[in-house]
């Protein structure tokens, strides 16, 4: 077997829960109150309804819920549609530069340890092991520098998390990798051009292919020796692949350094959010002439170049659009993710301040990326002041996190949205004390609306 | 939606029953019954027992069946378990051209697809034919192996096709549901490469499963990548540009060109198991001192390129081993699923003969392939003389065709294994009458196995190679 994959079944073997630090076991449960909020505050979307109706067509003794209800499901059509809910907002957690949303890997944790019986220890463990693996992958090969989708990180850390929750032997969690890479490498159209739902539901897929992966696995299949270093492999699909780090004891745990995202728009908008809000403080939008945003290229690349992000007509390109974002957030003077409703998305008021937006590539701000997420936001009045500022961290980024409070505010302010006060609060009570829990479902209990 | 997206939408929306030509129908028919015997022959492999074990927790409401039991389904979970028992002992049919692969694989798709859709047997056979044509199609078009990507790639865009066709998506639907497949399942090819694993048997039928999950997906409202062939980081990007060459408003016709094939073992070892079949009489085993294959660049690559094919540790690898294959053809006169027992793959006058066994790429019959299958064996005996066979064409090939008698023999041996005779002629009559079946459920539900008991031959030594040769020298 491939001696990559070797390390990392050894070390999802070796990994306990002792092994992981205060600060993880603590940054875990923040990630996992984060996420829970997205997926009910994207609830009633169109996508996650649909997703609740293909996993709810089975039911089963066995398996994980469906996010918010009581129907049991198999655990990868759960992982599906919980996946799709904590994602469609997009408001979770992210690793800039390509490295996608870590957190899409929790929904899939949830419904295997309602599978396989696991206590809150044991929840908390396999959340952190599928983050260190996503991390090392994403380390490993940047996947959409080759026209590819970061959601294989997506399908292998969670087929390596619920491997370690079925409590496989190192011989099957390395089969449990081999068969999530080797099917499992998806294209990066989903995020080219006018996006589709598939933007949001891509890595509630790629979690329901990781889960199979490992119910395969158990199940005795054996997957290609060599997926990754072998020929026609993953690395030579994409030239190399170095796999990261992978925390030891003490070390860093890569769950303590995704970044949060404080409002809920794509990761790159954040700073650019931060700096037209403390602008629209004192300019009134009719008073604009121009608005120039100065970023690095990843962002302009991203959600700032395409001739659709002017005038987008959908939900996800709306979401993945700095002018329309900008524009909306310079009219309102707050941000809500209202703006990406129907109704707003078809504004003209916000489409007419979009054409007087431009977004240009900094080359030092590229240089500066990821380690520092930059925006200079330059507004020109129509009487020809120009104001600017300049953001580097926004609010939630590790250099400069969210507080526990502000991570409960989110929480209330989305799962509020489906949930009575008093159920969210007792929720946040259960959720702070997870691995104090003998039965991880509690988690999928608190929430439950029925 | 891209010119190809409409261009695969189109076609496949066009395809009607009326339009296949008398030959095209019996060839489907033939190919439905070949897959339904790949079928019975692999359902107590443990491959197949794993599969449906994993298949049966998905019970529900709105099932598909897993052939051979009763259990209703997801029907994307009844598309995997069926997947995996028609592929599994590597006998179902074959086509390549630039690129290879199995269509028939498509089949666990649309069965399920069609059980759900409430479909008769007439929309199964167009669904089937235009998705094979998309197949084979692409195989004509493009070397994607080549760049990495495996069979799944190419055979969820027809099997989409061909499920959407089922369940009677719209145009806008069925380039959604299109779009929903390829994207997320790129496969690689490393499936195929070295020590084979049981993946290379079920890498087509997880794209059958997530092709109808894709397709249900799309009715049920999802939308897709809008470019996901030709823009950006779409398939073009990654695997080169090109067009698919199927023509909005000609029939299908390809489906009578896929290679049916004798012996359990991958196609390009067929015409070399019948090279040394044929010659075996013509010396004694214990005098051999060398064997020497000559065969074309893609079965050398599939077959020899690698040290673990003259030690081959697993069933598949050992299926995709030329001097495997070819060694128990001399010493058995025989190949099938019972020499790839362990204790076959560990016996050590096997593993003489395959030390003493080379094989080489000859560029005179690379230059012949894919015309052609040849393959030339020279044995040479201690004494120093030679003997020399050629096959170019194996049974089955479609210049080499097994008649519809041959299949029903190959059928029925395969069957021996799984259940009675009649049940066997049961099921050969039901698909010889698919195009007048008025629900498809008929089939399925006459393939469920009757009782426990096995049946006599194929895994005590009867083989479906003697069934076919059988008749090729009746001829």
């Known amino acids: 077997m491939d001696s990559t994959i070797e390390r990392i079944a050894a070390y999802a073997r070796a990994l306990t829960f002792e092994s992981l630090t205060e600060e993880a076991v603590h940054e875990t449960k923040r990630r996992i109150i984060d996420t829970l909020g997205c997926a009910l505050g994207g609830y009633d979307a169109e996508p996650c309804r649909i997703a609740r109706k293909i996993a709810g067509r089975v039911k089963s003794d066995s398996g994980g819920r469906i996010l918010g209800t009581s129907h049991r499901t198999l655990p990868d059509l759960a992982a599906f549609s919980n996946g799709i809910m904590a994602r469609y907002l997009d408001g979770n957690d992210a690793f800039p530069g390509g490295g996608g949303h870590p957190s899409d890997t929790i929904a899939p944790m949830l419904a295997m340890a309602e599978d396989t019986g696991a206590d809150g220890e044991g929840l908390l463990t396999a959340i952190a092991l599928a983050y260190e693996v996503y991390y090392a992958f994403f380390r490993g090969a940047c996947m959409r520098d080759h026209g590819m989708d970061h959601v294989l990180y997506t399908a292998v850390g969670t087929a390596v998390g619920a491997a370690k929750l079925l409590g496989l032997d190192q011989r099957k969690l390395a089969q449990t990798v081999s068969l999530a890479i080797t099917p499992n490498v998806a294209l990066h159209a989903t995020r080219r051009g006018d996006l589709s739902m598939w933007k949001g539901c891509a890595a509630g897929n790629a979690a329901r292919n990781g889960v199979f992966a490992a119910l395969l696995a158990a199940e005795g299949m054996t997957g290609p020796e060599n997926a990754i270093n072998g020929p026609d492999g993953l690395r030579e699909l994409v030239g190399s692949f170095d796999l990261g780090e992978l925390s030891e004891r003490n070390g860093q745990f890569k769950v303590t350094q995704s970044n949060l995202k404080y409002f809920l728009s794509e990761y790159h908008s954040q700073s650019p959010i931060t700096a037209a809000l403390q602008l629209s403080r004192e300019i009134q939008p009719e008073d604009i002439e121009s608005v120039t945003v100065h970023t690095y290229w990843f962002a302009w690349s991203e959600i700032g170049s395409e001739p659709e992000k002017w005038h987008p007509t959908t939900r996800e390109t709306a979401d993945h659009s700095l002018p329309f974002i900008l524009s909306a957030v310079l009219i309102d003077r707050e941000f809500s993710d209202a703006i990406f409703s129907p109704d707003r998305i078809r504004d003209p008021r916000v489409h007419a301040l979009a054409d007087k937006v431009s977004v240009k590539e900094d080359a030092d701000f590229t240089r500066r990326f990821p380690s520092a997420i930059p925006c200079r936001l330059e507004i020109r009045t129509v009487r020809g002041e120009l104001k600017t500022v300049t953001i580097d961290y926004p609010r939630g980024h590790v250099r400069n996190p969210m507080s526990d409070d502000e991570v409960e505010t989110k929480f209330r302010a989305l799962a509020g949205r489906v949930l009575p006060a ?14 104090q829990e003998h039965d991880a479902k509690i988690v999928l209990d608190a929430i439950c609306r029925e | 939606m891209d010119a190809t997206t409409e ?14 030509s008398a030959s095209t129908v019996e060839a489907c028919k033939l190919r439905i019954l070949d897959t339904l015997g790949c079928v019975a022959g692999g359902y107590d492999h443990p491959v197949s027992v794993a599969a449906r074990t994993l298949a049966a927790r998905y019970s529900m409401d709105q099932p598909a069946t897993m052939l051979g039991s009763r259990a209703r389904v997801a029907p994307e979970m009844a598309a995997f378990a069926n997947g995996v028992m028609l592929r599994v002992l590597d006998l179902s049919d074959m086509y390549r051209v630039k690129s290879g692969g199995h269509p028939s694989d498509i089949i666990a798709a649309a069965l399920a697809a069609a059980e759900l859709g409430d479909c008769d ?29 495996d069979q799944p790639v190419y055979g969820i865009v027809a099997a989409a096709l061909a499920a959407s066709k089922l369940l009677d998506l719209d145009k806008i639907q069925m380039a959604h549901a299109l779009a929903l497949a390829l994207v997320p399942n790129m496969a690689l090819y490393q499936t195929r490469q070295g020590e084979l694993s049981s993946w290379k048997g ?26 996901p062939f030709e823009g950006k980081s779409g398939l073009w990007d990654v695997a080169g540009r090109f067009e698919w060459p199927v023509q909005v408003g000609v029939p299908p016709y390809r489906i009578a060109r896929t290679h049916l094939k004798c012996f359990p073992i991958c196609y390009h070892g067929q015409s070399a198991v019948w090279t040394a079949l044929e010659m075996r009489e013509r010396f004694q085993i214990e005098d051999v001192a060398t064997v020497r294959i000559y065969t074309y660049r893609t079965a ?6 690698d040290p673990s094919r003259w030690a081959p540790a697993t069933r598949e690898t050992a299926d995709h081993s030329l001097p495997f294959v070819v060694s128990v053809a001399l010493l058995d006169g025989a190949v099938s699923e019972s020499c790839f027992s362990q204790s076959r793959l560990r016996e050590p006058r096997l593993a003489a003969l395959m030390s003493r066994t080379s094989v080489c790429e000859d560029e005179l019959l690379s230059m012949q392939c894919p015309e052609s299958s040849p393959c030339r064996i020279v044995v040479q005996l201690k004494d120093g003389s030679e003997i020399i066979n050629d096959v170019r064409y194996p049974k089955g090939h479609d210049r080499n065709p097994m008649s519809a008698a041959e299949v029903e023999d190959k059928f029925k041996t395969l069957f021996g294994s799984y259940g009675s005779l009649r049940q066997a002629k049961r099921m050969i009559a039901l698909a010889g009458e698919l195009d007048r079946m008025k629900d498809i459920g008929e089939l399925v539900g006459g393939f469920a196995r009757r009782s426990r008991q096995r049946g006599a031959g194929y895994l005590r030594g009867g083989h479906p190679g003697r069934a076919a040769a059988g008749g090729a020298n009746a001829t």
Not at chain 2, 7 to 20: E, G, H, I, P, R
Not at chain 2, 126 to 141: D, F, K, L, M, R
Not at chain 2, 300 to 305: P, Q, R, S
């Open chain 1, 422 to 435: 008093a159920r969210v609060d007792s929720a946040l009570e259960r959720l702070w004390n997870i691995d």
């Open chain 2, 7 to 20: 261009k695969l939408v189109d076609y496949a929306m066009n395809v009607q029953y009326d339009s296949l």
């Open chain 2, 121 to 149: 047997g007439r929309s199964l056979i167009t669904a089937i034919a235009a998705g094979y044509e998309v197949y084979c199609s692409c195989c004509e078009a493009i070397d994607l192996n080549s760049k990495g990507w």
């Open chain 2, 202 to 227: 079920c890498a087509a039928a997880n794209a059958s499963r997530n092709a109808l999950f894709a397709v249900l997906l799309a009715k049920a409202g999802f939308t897709g990548a809008d470019a």
């Open chain 2, 300 to 305: 050398f690559n599939l077959m020899a390129n």
